[in-house]
C-alpha cells in the first residue's frame, strides 16, 4: 500500500462509490480461489490511503518467521511501486517479489499489478471505504497456481483516537466461483499522537466460501503492531502468533514506506 497507509494525507477528490461497485462486481463474476502460497510478501491491512495524484511511492514489505511451517526461518518481501492516477485512484506494482531461505538460497517470484480506489479524504472521515484489486503472475515455486488475484474491499471507521479497518478479502486462481477463497484482515489501532500508534491486526483464511476448511487447517494469526508516522518516512513494525496448527507459529513484520517526489507547496 501506499506511503499514506500511515500517514493521513490532504483530501482529494476520489471517484464515487458507483463506480467501484460495479468494478467489484465485473472482477467478482470471473474470480476463483486459490492456494495460499508458502511464503507471505505482504502482510498490511488497507485503510483507504492513496498517494496524491503524480506522487510516485516506494514501499518495502519484509517479513521473517523464525518458527514457521514451509517458510521456516526464511526472509520474504517485495517492493511496492505506487503512483497516484487521478483522485481516486492508484495504480502499483510489485517487483521485485523475494524469499531468502534458511539455506541461504535467494529466489523470485513474478510480479504483481495492483489499482485501489477509495472514497474521497478516506483520511478525514468518520466512515470510509474503498476497493483493491491485484493480478498477480507467480513462478511455480512460488504458488501453484501461475495466475492468481485478489479482490479486497475496504471499509473503516476513525472514532476519535481508535481506529477500525476490516477488509474482507476474496483470493481466487480463476478455477471457479465456488472456490473463491475467504481471507480477511483486521486491524484496532489506538492513535498515541500524531505520529505514534499502536494496534492489533488479525490475518485469517477460512478457505473456500463453499465450505469452509476445518478449524485446524484454517490459518488465524494475530499481530501486536507499532507505527511510526513521521516525515518522510513512515515505519510499521509488527510480531505475529499463530492461533491455529495451520499457521506459523511466530511472524516478524517490517513495513518502510516514501513519497519519491514532493507535492506542491510541500
Known amino acids: 500500500m501506499s ?16 463506480h467501484i461497485a460495479t468494478l467489484a462486481l465485473t472482477l467478482a463474476a470471473t474470480a476463483a480461489s486459490r492456494a495460499a502460497p508458502a511464503q507471505t510478501d505482504e502482510i498490511q491491512v ?15 514489505h519484509n517479513n521473517y518467521t523464525p518458527d514457521g511451517l514451509t517458510a521456516n526461518h526464511s526472509l520474504n518481501g517485495v517492493a511496492e511501486w505506487a503512483f497516484g ?36 479524504e478516506a483520511a478525514s472521515r468518520r466512515f470510509f471505504y474503498g476497493i483493491n484489486f491485484e493480478f498477480s503472475y507467480n513462478a511455480h515455486h512460488w504458488d501453484e497456481h501461475r495466475f492468481t488475484s485478489e479482490m479486497r474491499p475496504i471499509v473503516g471507521w476513525h472514532l476519535g483516537r481508535f481506529d477500525l479497518v476490516f ?19 483486521t486491524r484496532v489501532a489506538f492513535n498515541i499522537s500524531r505520529t505514534w500508534s499502536v494496534a492489533a491486526e488479525e490475518y485469517d483464511d477460512f478457505g473456500p466460501l463453499h465450505a469452509f476448511l476445518p478449524t485446524a487447517r484454517q490459518t488465524h494469526q494475530v499481530f501486536a503492531v507499532l507505527d511510526y508516522n513521521g516525515q518522510p518516512w513512515t515505519i510499521e513494525g509488527g510480531i505475529g502468533f499463530g492461533l491455529t496448527p495451520a499457521t506459523d507459529n511466530l511472524t516478524l513484520k517490517l513495513v518502510a514506506s516514501r513519497d519519491l517526489n514532493k507535492r506542491e507547496g510541500r
Open 85 to 120: 492516477v487521478a483522485p481516486g485512484f492508484e495504480a502499483g506494482l510489485y517487483l521485485p517479489l523475494y524469499s531468502y531461505a534458511a539455506d541461504g538460497s535467494l529466489s523470485f517470484n513474478g510480479f504483481k499489478l495492483r489499482a485501489l480506489c477509495a472514497v474521497p
Open 46 to 60: 488497507y485503510d483507504g490511503q492513496l498517494a496524491a495524484p503524480g506522487i510516485f511511492n516506494l514501499t518495502w
Open 167 to 185: 477488509n474482507p478479502i476474496l483470493d481466487n486462481s480463476f478455477q471457479g466461483l465456488d472456490q473463491l477463497d475467504f481471507a480477511p484482515a
Open 3 to 18: 506511503g499514506a497507509d500511515a500517514t493521513r494525507p490532504p483530501p482529494s477528490p476520489r471517484a464515487g462509490a458507483r
